[in-house]
């Protein structure tokens, strides 16, 4: 999907230091990496949490650590760069699966209720982001401003995404295989509301990413998971591994050949 292209970035507010647009243009690339990010998020979770010997706790702190460094050499960068992106992306998808595991296992909040807080907070970020900078558009994260709410909504969609992803699975308990296409058609439903109904291309946009998380959580947990248990049984490490050499794989391309940059960020550098 291509969309979220229509909107026009508001005029440059007074004070606000325009630079090169700091993501990456939303092609079939942006979309297929952050399937690969959601699931490796998840299976990763799984991974760390089995394997380091951190319990979810320890995992967390970890990885959050590292999220935080990673996003720290985003923001000082002065354009898009897709190696620092994705691996932001990559560790918010861990970082976000492992808030929502959280409140789940070691705090026992109900789906339910961790789904709406979710978001209620997503939708408080959506609001105060447009009231500050009138648009929600990623084709003008083009500020330090806009760029921390780009991140922040990005979180909780995540969080957002594996919390609602698994009410759904377990309320409807339609194994792996089965949720994974539910989530793909709900994709699909949102990409025909939004090409022939003419539903905003923001909203089109950010609905699409929140369900892609689901999406890539569902198919995570159908190739790692037992065979017992509704799986093909590849392993948390070996499907970790498989999805993180395809994502390596098309950033390395992308770096190379910038596909995903609007041309005239392209033509600025």
Not at 179 to 191: K, N, R
Not at 200 to 212: N, P
Request: proline share 3%.
């Amino acid at each position: 999907m291509t969309y979220e292209l229509s909107e026009t970035p508001p005029a440059e507010r007074p004070g606000h230091r325009l630079r090169w647009n700091k993501v990456p243009e939303v092609t079939a690339y942006f979309w297929i990496i952050k399937v690969l990010c959601t699931t490796v998020g998840e299976t990763a979770a799984d991974l760390l949490n089995e394997k380091a010997g951190l319990g979810l706790t320890g995992v967390s702190v970890l990885m959050s650590a590292l999220l935080a460094v990673v996003l720290v050499v985003q923001f000082r960068t002065t354009a898009y760069r897709a190696g620092v992106y994705w691996l932001a992306v990559a560790l918010i998808s861990v970082v976000g699966t492992l808030i929502s595991d959280n409140l789940t296992d070691n705090m026992g909040v109900p789906l339910e209720t961790s789904t709406a807080v979710f978001a209620l907070v997503l939708a408080v970020v959506f609001v105060v982001w447009y009231r500050r900078e009138r648009t929600l558009s990623i084709h003008s994260i083009d500020t330090t401003g806009r760029e921390s709410f780009y991140w922040l909504a990005v979180l909780f969609t995540f969080a957002l995404g594996t919390a609602a992803g698994d009410l759904v699975s377990e309320r409807m308990d339609l194994g792996y295989w089965l949720a994974a296409a539910l989530f793909a058609l709900a994709i699909a439903a949102v990409a025909v509301a939004h090409f022939a109904l003419g539903l905003d291309a923001v909203w089109s946009f950010w609905i699409a990413y929140i369900l892609t998380r689901p999406l890539g959580a569902s198919i995570g947990d159908y190739l790692s998971q037992p065979t017992g248990d509704g799986g093909i049984g590849l392993g948390t490490v070996v499907t970790s591994a498989l999805f993180l050499a395809v994502i390596l794989g098309l950033v390395v391309y992308l770096a190379v050949t910038r596909k995903d940059v609007r041309e005239s960020d392209a033509h600025s550098h």
